[in-house]
């Protein structure tokens, strides 16, 4: 799947591998493909992971974590030439307390948010690039299921899909 949009430095792939269910947290383990797509080797490269579950007021909260100070990276630094790319397993933890549930026909569910946020040296600067996915259950033809918390977490497969905020209104 592309998912790199006109001018962005970067192509990010985000491929979920497991949901676990666990007694205080939701784990979600996934890989991310990162593709150099600017045509200038990007050094230093730091990448830094965020999970959510999607609410109300999720656009403020991604917004937030991109326009804040760096997070902890999610793994050593790495240079990436043009052209050339990386893979990185992750896995991240979504709190009970933190999982917004959405009753849907009675029945209890959520769909998680994964925000990515990468750093790094091009040139003089430090260069900084965002990107989210949503994750959920695949097979839904081009939309993701929810995770359902009344059953077993899945063990079919998983997709994700990119998230764009939405776009502010001016008053």
Known sequence: MQVAQP???????????RVVYGEQEVLLEFELLVGNASGASAENI???????SAHAQQDAVIAGFHGGPPGEPGGAPFDLAPG?????????AIPHSGI??????GRPMFV??????????GG???????????LGTAGQGDKLGPLWLDRP??????????????AAVAA
């Open 46 to 52: 730091r990448v830094a992971f965020a999970a959510m």
């Open 124 to 134: 003089l600067s430090v260069r900084r690039f965002g990107a989210d996915f949503m």
């Open 84 to 92: 050339a790319g990386a893979r990185m397993p992750v896995r991240l």
């Open 100 to 105: 917004q549930v959405v009753q849907l026909g």
């Open 153 to 166: 977490a899945p063990t079919g497969p998983l997709g994700a899909h990119r998230y764009f905020a939405k």
């Open 112 to 121: 998680p948010i994964v925000l990515i946020d990468l750093r790094w040296r």
């Open 7 to 17: 001018g962005e430095p970067f192509e990010l792939v985000l491929n979920p591998r």
